[in-house]
């Protein structure tokens, strides 16, 4: 005489599919890719991309018009147009994927890939991701705003680098905005050395330095913002030095 099921709980087959289920979310959740390019379907794709070892399956005209350089390598007389997978050095599998992944409509960015994919992204010309990658800088991100600010002139991420400065409106403000380290600050671009130069002048209510000359690369002593006021009244102390010197030589 067989036993019928337990009224105590479920099924043992019942049981063994939630628990194969259950495990197989999470392992879903742990390699989340919203998109499986690995699948060797070639009714889906017509190219192969290989990075770090692994082989991606792709469409070479959806990467082309979404990037002059991959319609470069794939559509001109370069070597790798004639071969039959192409390989990818330097990027990462990761970036690669969130890549493909955005030019599809998915976003899996998260704090921890977006500076590859953003880095990419500006190399092969592809604004679609690369706006997308500066949309959750700005929106999503947990970075603070020295972080911010650093990816915003490593990559020229403009509107970014606006809003950064555009919420400036005290010293302390443009304190927290400034990293804090010499190279960091040292390394800044032109652009967002003259923003750092602007809002100082604002603050010491200097509206039109007729003499005031500001270096491209100010040289800040000990990388904070008291020595931004010291560097800048100084130089105005010794402008007006010249300018008595050259009233009295007239």
Known sequence: ????????????????????LSNSL???????????FSRNDTDLYDGIVKVEGQLFYVMKGHLARHSDFFRGLFFTNFVESREKIVELKEISAESFQIFLELISGGNGLTDSNVEGVLK??????????????QKF?????????????????KYNLQPLKKLLFDDVKTITDLDILLPD??????????????????????????????????????????????????????REAENQIQNNQNNRQN
């Open 137 to 153: 800088v700005i929106e999503k991100s947990s970075f603070n705003k020295k972080e911010k600010l650093i990816l915003a002139d």
């Open 26 to 36: 999470d392992d879903s959740s742990a390699n989340k890719k919203l998109f499986d």
């Open 181 to 234: 380290t010499e190279a960091e600050i040292n390394g800044f671009s032109a652009d967002t050395h003259s923003r750092i130069t602007k809002k100082s002048l604002e603050f010491l209510k200097i509206a039109r330095p007729r003499q005031l000359i500001v270096p491209t690369q100010i040289i800040f002593r000990d990388y904070r913002l008291h020595n931004v006021e010291s560097w800048i009244r100084e």
């Open 120 to 133: 990419y992204s500006g190399v092969w010309f592809a604004s679609l991701p690369f706006q997308k990658c």
């Open 1 to 20: 005489m067989s036993a019928g099921p337990s009224s105590s709980g479920p099924p043992a087959q019942k049981r063994r599919l939630d628990c194969s």
